[in-house]
């Protein structure tokens, strides 16, 4: 965990936002906690205009990426903007820097000065992930660009369906899809111990993504997801996350001061908070890197921590737990809803965990 912990591993956004914006309904009188990860969930979600959102990971340099997009919105145009994170072309990230890097604070600043080449290429596509994501894209796109083509400039379902049916879901797909899934190629090659520490033995991870791979290319239109592009083509194609897209801009420069970030564990953070600090849960898929002792441990630091109906939304990946049987009591689960973005979220993958909270500390 400790070289996990000294990179970016996640820089561009591998969730659909719209899935927590549905399941947490913020308004303007919310104090949110919200997982970093890429700084992509903090600042969709600022787009609400919350009073305060806590971005909180135990990564110092996932909030290192934050706040220079952050510094990168108040100080830049839209265009700009997308051409510095490498969106979009450009040939002058390095001076755009200079002009950012005072305004960020000591730490991340020697951080960005260590790490020029992500600048100069475009922080956007330089996390870990995002670089395994190009790998994939150009292994796909030698042998499938033009089916590729099909798919993402296909508007109607029945035709990605049929694709998929007729064309993707081959014998050489089933293939890759089993090398892919083999838990030694996620510990020693994605490395990313969230993947692989602590998913079940019995988990089939080859069933689990053939079946949402099939789900996705039947109900998802792919050309609109950002996440399937990043997937499949290794950058973003036509949709944009919420916070890239212009309409969401202006919104978010004069609303960067309701955002700060702090780098702790999930876990030690919700110990050190008062009662009733927060009131929305933005936590992403933490299960993945917690054993069951720690999950239960941050559950009951969210029961603490929370005001009487304060919703609360969790993502899982491949690690998939019931809640703890001492929190069930105290919280009301939205199984409708729940099912709901698992069907609809453009990520794909996950599934999920939708709480309101009826009563506080256990």
């Known amino acids: 965990m400790t070289s996990f912990c000294r990179k970016i591993n996640y820089s561009s956004s591998n969730e659909d936002s719209l899935s927590e914006i549905k399941a947490l309904k913020i308004c303007e009188t919310d104090r949110v906690l919200c997982i970093t990860g890429s700084g992509a969930r903090p600042l969709d979600l600022l787009i609400a205009k919350p009073a305060e959102i806590v971005s909180l990971d135990f990564n110092p340099c996932q909030n290192h990426l934050l706040e220079l997009k952050m510094r990168a919105i108040a100080s830049l145009d839209h265009e700009d903007f997308l051409e510095f994170m490498g969106v979009r ?3 002058q990230r390095t001076e755009i820097y200079q002009g950012l890097r005072e305004g960020i604070s000591a730490e991340a600043r020697n951080f960005w000065d260590g790490n020029m080449r992500m600048i100069r290429k475009g922080v956007i596509y330089q996390g870990g992930w995002e670089k395994y994501f190009k790998q994939l894209a150009l292994v796909i796109g030698l042998v499938r660009q033009n089916l590729l083509q099909a798919i993402f400039s296909s508007r109607e379902l029945g035709r990605q369906a049929r694709l998929w049916s007729e064309v993707w879901d081959s014998a050489e797909w089933r293939i890759f899809l089993r090398f892919v899934s083999q838990r030694v190629v996620w510990k020693y090659i994605f490395r990313d111990p969230g993947f692989y520490r602590y998913v079940s033995e019995d988990f089939s991870i080859y069933d ?3 079946n949402r791979f099939e789900h996705a290319f039947k109900t998802v239109r792919l050309r609109e ?3 399937a592009a990043l997937l499949f083509w290794g950058r973003f194609h036509e949709a944009l996350p919420l916070y890239l897209q212009k309409e969401s801009y202006e919104t978010l420069r004069k609303n960067l001061h309701r955002v700060r970030f702090v780098t702790r564990p999930l876990g030690n953070f919700l110990d050190e908070c008062e ?5 929305k849960y933005s936590l992403s898929d933490f299960s993945s890197y917690t054993d069951e002792r720690e999950y239960e441990r941050i559950w009951h630091g969210v ?3 929370a005001t009487v109906g304060a919703r609360v939304c969790e993502r899982q990946f491949l690690v998939k737990r019931m809640l703890p049987a001492g929190v069930r009591a105290h919280v009301r689960r939205e199984s409708r809803l729940e099912n709901e973005l698992e069907e609809t979220d453009d990520s794909i993958f996950f ?4 709480a309101e909270v009826r009563s506080g500390a256990v």
């Open 225 to 227: 997801s950002a996440f």
């Open 303 to 305: 029961l603490r921590t």
């Open 275 to 279: 009662k009733n600090s927060f009131n």
């Open 351 to 354: 599934s999920f965990v939708v």
């Open 208 to 210: 689990y993504l053939e």
């Open 89 to 91: 072309p450009s040939n």
